[in-house]
């Protein structure tokens, strides 16, 4: 009877992970759509040097909110993780860097693009010039900024070998070095996508809504073909990932990609109806734009699968199952946004190049 009851107990523990996770899953997407909703809608009255009453666009900083609770939760994470190497001066350099990294990417280009109205080139030639762009106005610095902030983080934390000589070591350096790095640099190019001039909502929906679809896929596949086509992906890091199952993914990427040009197609409708925030830019259901959603979903699904193996090679050298337990049947959130990192990666290369090659 106790055998009997003990087996009869472990579908039920499983369909309860189930449960737990779809909960918690669901939660996350609202939350992601939510500020993704304040993204597009956000407005506030503004009044400029000029004296012009205007309306000033925050939902960037808004959305920014989302990616800097990212960087402050996952770095405190990476920094629990190595708890053991670190003393407190080095975890409390990488959090106070960790975030004001974003943050500092995320005010500057606010003031310099929205504020200041700087713009790139207008797209096309001038008129009175041919065979040239027209002028940019202005230049954004927030790039530059950013960028001295992130090196003095790097810079105050090798300080620390001389101001706390006796409490840190190399080792432990490059365990900070790796906490500071993994996951907020990644984070500020997620946070340059939220804030591109063009193509802004695009490059979010590519990096939310790309890589479950490929985890989906991947799932799926593994579990349907797993057996006949055993040969695994990564073997010493992740054994449970097959080629089948990452193959699927690419498939997901496809297809999510497909969900994202119909998304932005109906985005696009809002904007020429003056609903959202001004895009700049009106996405026609043609061939060949589809075929580039599709082939960026497939690259972007690539390098979302590989994200998720640098997490788990990471996780393999700490000997640890999850990065965190703030995500009840997922782990940290590092679990849930590993592969998004290195999907916006890509993302936004692919849409800063099509800025400067098409406009």
């Not at 989906?216 to 449970?240: D, E, R």
Request: hydrophobic share 50%; glycine share 10%; aromatic share 12%.
């Amino acid at each position: 009877m106790e055998k009997a009851d003990m087996g009869s107990e472990k579908p039920k523990k499983k369909a309860s992970n189930l449960k737990l996770r779809a909960i918690t899953a669901t939660v996350y997407v609202l939350i992601l759509l939510a500020f993704f909703a304040c993204k597009l809608f956000v407005w506030v009255p503004y009044t400029n040097f000029e004296g012009k009453e205007l309306t000033l666009h925050i939902g960037n900083l808004i959305f920014d909110a989302l990616i800097v609770a990212f960087a402050g939760i996952g770095t405190w994470e990476m920094l629990q993780a190595f708890k053991g190497h670190l003393h407190r001066s080095q975890k409390t350099v990488v959090m106070v860097f960790a975030i004001l990294n974003i943050v500092t990417y995320a005010v500057t280009d606010f003031i310099f693009a929205d504020v200041l109205g700087v713009q790139l080139p207008a797209p096309g030639f001038d008129p009175e010039d041919p065979g040239t762009f027209a002028n940019a106005v202005g230049r954004n610095y927030s790039v530059h900024i950013t960028f001295m902030m992130l090196i003095a983080g790097v810079a105050v934390l090798m300080a620390l070998l001389v101001f706390a000589h006796r409490q840190v070591s190399l080792e432990s350096t490059g365990y900070a070095l790796l906490s500071y790095l993994y996951p907020s640099f990644f984070l500020v190019v997620l946070c340059v996508c939220n804030h591109l001039e063009k193509y802004s909502e695009l490059a979010i929906l590519f990096v939310f809504v790309i890589s479950p679809c490929a985890d989906t896929l991947a799932f799926t596949f593994g579990k349907l073909f797993g057996k006949k086509v055993p040969a695994k992906m990564a073997p010493s890091i992740s054994p449970n990932k097959t080629m089948i199952g990452g193959f699927g993914g690419l498939v997901g990427g496809a297809v999510g990609a497909v969900l994202v040009f119909f998304a932005c197609y109906g985005i696009s409708f809002l904007d020429d109806l003056g609903i959202v925030a001004p895009l700049g830019w009106g996405l026609q259901i043609e061939p060949l734009e589809l075929v580039f959603f599709i082939a960026l979903g497939v690259l972007t699904s690539a390098f979302s699968q590989f994200g998720d193996l640098v997490e788990s090679g990471v996780k393999r050298k700490l000997g640890i199952k999850d990065m965190g337990k703030i995500m009840p049947g997922h782990g940290g959130i590092l679990d849930r946004i590993d592969s998004s990192l290195y999907a916006g990666l890509i993302v936004c290369l692919a849409m800063v190049a099509r800025v400067m090659i098409v406009g």
